[in-house]
């Protein structure tokens, strides 16, 4: 009997462990971010890319910090191009924002049209938690 009971009560630890979610589990893939074009800048030293992100949701709709580095680099016979930048997410409210952020190029060379790859790592922070993304290099088309 005792150790039925003791059974049924493990179970039931276990079952409601299973059932409720931990705390930060949900805040740990609450931010994402999605580039869907990357268009020359002038002079070809620089690179809008655009795009959508969501985080949160926070109570405020809005994070009490955070930023997402971004980066975009072609490689063409060998020589590798470069450009870097960051955006500031300003709502935090769990919806798809859309986003525009030029990328400055680092080292005078220039881009051309044609493939290439962007990276992203960044954090939010608010009420809920901390929220981190990072997206491995990703193909993207540079167009003009």
Same mark, same amino acid.
């Given at each position: 009997m005792r150790r039925a009971a003791r059974t049924t009560v493990t179970v039931l630890l276990a079952l409601t462990a299973a059932?409720?979610?931990a705390t930060g589990a949900a805040a740990a893939t609450g931010l994402t971010v999605t580039a869907d074009t990357a &268009?020359?800048?002038?002079?070809? &030293? %620089?690179?809008?890319? $655009?795009? &959508?992100?969501?985080?949160?949701?926070? $109570? %405020?709709?809005r994070p009490d910090r955070g930023v997402i580095d971004l980066t975009v680099q072609q490689t063409r016979m060998g020589d590798t191009v470069t450009a870097i930048g960051y955006l500031e997410p300003a709502v935090c409210d769990g919806s798809e924002q859309p986003f525009a952020v030029t990328l400055t190029g680092t080292g005078g060379k220039r881009f051309q049209r044609g493939a290439a790859t962007w990276t992203a790592s960044g954090y939010v922070e608010g009420d809920t938690g901390l929220q981190n993304v990072n997206v491995l290099p990703t193909p993207i088309v540079l167009t003009k």
């Open positions: 059932l409720i979610p &268009t020359l800048g002038p002079q070809r &030293t %620089s690179v809008v890319l $655009a795009g &959508t992100y969501s985080c949160g949701p926070f $109570a %405020s709709g």
